[in-house]
């Protein structure tokens, strides 16, 4: 989900029913859920250990990287900074590849992971 679901008006709908919650207690419990819902999601793969890269706005957390380092002792955490992909850049260089894949007539995706049908051409072009 996006900021358009999860965001500040959405907390505070769900935090009405709660009644006087401290913000100091929202904020460990969203890094609580953050870093469950991340090794929750790396448990399905199976994996038991390795490399873990993190990057957005998470790769500055330094909570978040302790929280994640309890759940997964197995994995070894890294920044995006240090292979020489800032954090913050990470998704807008997604973007720019998958563009150039599309222009390039190339797929952009990996059935494996997404469960598509095979590789596919993403996106569409719209000229004036």
């Known amino acids: 989900t996006g900021r358009e679901t999860f965001c500040r008006e959405w907390l505070d709908q ?8 401290e913000p ?5 419990t969203l890094l609580a859920l953050t870093a469950w819902s991340i ?6 793969t199976g994996l038991c250990g390795g490399e873990l890269w993190l990057c957005g706005g998470g790769a500055y ?4 990287w302790q929280a ?9 955490l890294h920044s995006s900074a240090e292979m020489g992909m800032a954090p913050q850049w990470v998704e807008a260089c ?8 599309r222009l390039a007539g190339k797929s952009g ?19 004036p």
Do not use: K, M
Request: cysteine-free; overall charge negative; charged content about 10%.
């Open 14 to 21: 769900q935090l009405v029913a709660f009644g006087g919650v």
């Open 61 to 64: 957390n330094h909570a978040l």
């Open 39 to 44: 090794a929750e999601a790396i448990g399905t």
């Open 24 to 28: 100091v207690d929202v904020q460990a």
């Open 68 to 76: 994640l380092a309890e759940r997964l002792p197995g994995w070894s």
């Open 94 to 101: 997604a973007f720019a590849w998958l563009a150039a894949q």
């Open 109 to 127: 995706n990996l059935p494996a992971v997404t469960g598509a049908l095979g590789p596919r051409v993403l996106g569409a072009l719209y000229h």
